[in-house]
């Protein structure tokens, strides 16, 4: 399966612990997203990274929430000292490049975080 | 911020029946898309219009873009229980990031 993969799908963690997700981009994709689905909302845009390059968070919590796209591996989602309010359904997704734009975003399955 | 809102929030029909959602912008659209969620999955496009007024067909799915480019709707004809799922639309913005209403969740009964 070339598509999107997101791992773990599903993660519980108890309040004031951390949750890493994980994200492998499709293959030949050199650009990754992460958003945020809380219950009953819509689906939020946290950041936008290429390799080695955070090219956009304007949508990440000011505090506690990282992210990393490294030269080799999957882009992490970081989030330290999880609280409540945290439990959500994380999507990763990401995309090519085409000489002056860029393409189609490709969702992956998501992880289910959940917050004792 | 541009606000995108749909309607109705949920709808349940019955296998055979047509049916409509709507979407709504606050502001011109730069990239209208339309996405179909399933139940613990990641959404999925099914196309993208950038012309105003214009109307793009996927087998029993018509997709209308309004003559501004604030609005659209999404029209299913004989709907199937595969169509259930949650129906997505959003603005891809030209700074890539991309702007989602909080959805229609239909549910087809057999």
């Known amino acids: 399966n070339a598509g999107v993969m997101q791992n773990p799908r599903h993660l519980v963690r108890r309040r004031g612990q951390e949750a890493r997700l994980r994200c492998s981009p499709m293959?030949?994709?050199?650009?990754v997203y992460w958003y945020r689905q809380l219950p009953e909302e819509g689906l939020k845009f946290m950041v936008y990274?290429?390799?080695?390059?955070?090219?956009?968070e304007s949508g990440m919590p000011k505090e506690r929430f990282s992210a990393e796209f490294p030269k080799e591996g999957p882009s992490i989602l970081r989030i330290q000292q999880v609280v409540r309010g945290d439990s959500a359904a994380y999507f990763c997704?990401?995309?090519?490049?085409?000489?002056?734009?860029?393409?189609?975003?490709?969702f992956g399955p998501g992880t289910r975080l959940t917050v004792l | 911020t541009q606000l995108l809102e749909q309607s109705p929030q949920f709808l349940s029909i019955q296998e055979g029946e047509n049916l409509t959602v709507y979407c709504n912008s606050s502001?011109?659209?730069?990239?209208l898309q339309w996405y179909r969620q399933e139940p613990g999955e990641g959404p999925v496009l099914l196309v993208t219009?950038?012309?105003?007024?214009e109307v793009k067909k996927l087998k029993r799915l018509t997709f209308q873009f309004g003559d501004a480019r604030k609005d659209s709707s999404l029209h299913i004809t004989a709907a199937q229980p595969g169509d259930t799922g949650l129906y997505l639309c959003?603005?891809?913005?030209?700074?890539?990031?991309?702007?989602f209403g909080k959805g229609t969740r239909l549910h087809i009964l057999p």
């Open positions: 997704a990401s995309s090519s490049w085409t000489s002056g734009r860029i393409n189609e975003q490709f």
């Open positions: 293959k030949g994709h050199s650009h």
């Open positions: 990274l290429q390799k080695e390059n955070i090219i956009d």
């Open positions: 502001s011109v659209f730069s990239s």
């Open positions: 219009v950038v012309t105003g007024g």
């Open positions: 959003a603005d891809m913005n030209r700074d890539d990031k991309i702007i």
